[in-house]
């Protein structure tokens, strides 16, 4: 009898119900920089690359690759196994083009290619890049997993307009996207890969083994925070990305229900963004004043509530890991709103209505857009603020118009911490004007500054990054509102092998009991 019993366990499907911190919109991980679509990306797709649980880039679909004594030349080759999901090889063509259009959205792959002469063919499993200047993040950026990630799509797909969505999903990673049964606003279905042959090392970070242990994985929209611990406490879902903190608590009772800290370090970096092409946004002053708007420890306690997750970190970089420096941001760290009142007087603020994107179903993004919209409206700003769901503020962040044709002025979201350690990197913190990321600021001193940072001695960098970060704080290329952990919700008794990322959630090596 037990021996049938467990045939017939073995023989169920291993499904897996997943409630994420956003609703899925966009299933093109080089188009946005939406964290739900990275992680959709890294369940579909691979990448050349994986950083491990240290920070250290290891080969994933990369089997050998050398660089040449002058670091100016680097060949790669690609494992044996690779294949897409609809049986067709992976190519170094493939691999050039995804490259050529992840590299026209994403920042730090905007600044590789900047320094490349050359990516060619050398064979159908072998490709060479050819640098102008010895880079020495290749392998870091070629293997992020900070959005937008460097997955490889078919050749054809590819092709697509890097300013227009894929449609057809077909990538080679461990898990199928199940694009007929996909209903925004309610779930996202993936189902394993049979034919994805894994790496043999050990998983650390995004490098290493990905086992596609699940038979399907069914990412769940629930927009009600409450709604979704009870579906976790219930058994109606298994896995619970970003429990509200106000129900941590309610959890921690829980019979069966594991709260998991992902990482050593902060899970999430708060960001508001404003658009440096309209006014009054394009002023300085205008903006140097909005620094005086930002008290982390009230958007924190709006967002959090509880300082045992929190941290007030005036810096765009996150506190305790990484690249580290509090040069500048005076504003930030005397923030007042008297402060900021009179600051906009100085700026000549003359009442313009300002356009803040409220995403309002965003358990985190919600609460602190609400301390924003408040504290702006206490220093005297007229406001016109525009509430949406998540996925249309994806959308209308997009856009350059006048925010009075359909554009924007402001809005908040954040970022995972560890995508803020490494000033190459840090997708928010540069100025590269029209190449830029939403809001695209503009200075031509930060830009030299971390191109300096790229090709400095160890020595040397520590005085790069504090010139560099106190411009980017005078120039003020975002406004960072402090750094909190969000723990993850599992089921307990069903759930195990979840491998601890700090900032992005990923599904291979999930069992499911």
């Keep these: 009898m037990l021996g049938s019993i467990e045939a017939l366990a073995q023989s169920q499907p291993r499904v897996l119900r997943a409630m994420m911190h956003a609703d899925l919109r966009s299933i093109d991980p080089h188009w946005t920089t939406a964290t739900i679509t990275g992680i959709h990306g890294l369940l579909v797709y691979d990448t050349l690359f994986g950083v491990d649980a240290d920070g250290v880039p290891q080969p994933q679909m990369v089997g050998d690759y050398s660089v040449s004594t002058d670091r100016l030349t680097w060949t790669m080759t690609l494992r044996d196994g ?5 049986g067709s090889p992976v190519t170094t063509a493939d691999v050039i083009a995804s490259l050529q259009r992840w590299s026209k959205r994403d920042g730090p792959g905007g600044r590789l290619f900047g ?8 064979d159908a499993k072998t490709f060479r890049i050819v640098l102008t200047e010895p880079y020495s993040l290749v392998a870091e950026t070629l293997g992020k997993s900070g959005t937008s990630v460097p997955v490889i799509m078919r050749e054809r797909d590819a092709q697509t307009d890097p300013n227009q969505q894929i449609t057809e999903v077909i990538g080679s990673g461990p898990y199928r996207f199940v694009r007929e049964q996909w209903q925004p606003g309610a779930r996202a279905i993936y189902e394993r890969n049979a034919n994805y042959r894994p ?7 995004i490098a290493g083994s990905k086992q596609p242990k699940l038979d ?14 009870q579906a976790l406490i219930a058994g109606e879902i298994d896995y619970l990305e970003q429990p509200a903190i106000d129900f941590l608590p309610q959890l921690q009772r829980a019979r ?31 903006r140097q004043a909005m ?25 765009m970089f996150m506190c305790g890991a990484g690249a580290q420096s509090l040069a500048g941001g005076d504003r930030i760290k005397n923030a007042s709103v008297e ?25 985190t993004i919600n609460p602190s857009t609400q301390v924003l919209i408040q504290k702006m409206r206490e220093a005297g700003l007229r406001l016109d603020v525009q509430a949406m769901d998540w996925g249309a503020v994806i959308t209308r962040r997009a856009r350059r118009e006048p925010p009075a044709e359909g554009g924007w002025h402001i809005f908040v979201t954040s970022t995972s911490g560890p995508s803020t350690a490494n000033p190459a990197f840090h997708l ?7 190449r830029e990321w939403f809001g695209w600021p503009c200075d031509a001193e930060v830009e030299a500054l971390r191109r300096e940072y790229l090709f400095a001695p160890p020595e040397q960098r520590q005085g790069i990054i504090d010139r560099l970060h106190a411009r980017a704080m005078e120039v003020v290329t975002y406004l960072p509102f402090g750094q909190w952990t969000q723990p993850l919700a599992i089921r307990s008794d069903r759930v195990s092998g979840v491998v601890p990322i700090a900032g992005i959630a990923v599904f291979w090596n999930i069992e499911k009991r």
């Design 428 to 434: 928010t913190l540069g100025a590269a004007c029209e």
């Design 199 to 205: 790496r043999s090392e050990p998983p650390s970070g």
């Design 82 to 86: 690779l294949a897409f999901h609809d």
């Design 339 to 363: 402060r900021a009142r009179a600051a906009f007087r100085e700026a000549g603020y003359a009442g313009q209505p300002v356009t803040v994107l409220h995403a309002t179903d965003h358990i």
């Design 115 to 122: 320094f490349i002469k050359e990516i060619a063919a050398v």
């Design 216 to 229: 399907r994985i069914e990412l769940i929209w629930i927009p009600d925070p409450q709604t979704a611990v």
């Design 291 to 315: 620094q005086y708007l930002i008290d982390q420890k009230d958007f924190l306690e709006g967002v959090i509530g509880n300082a045992e997750f929190y941290d007030v970190c005036p810096s």
């Design 256 to 286: 069966n229900i594991q709260l998991m800290r992902l990482g050593n370090t902060p899970t999430h970096h708060g960001i508001i963004r404003l658009n440096h092409l309209h006014a009054p946004m394009n002023d300085i002053k205008f």
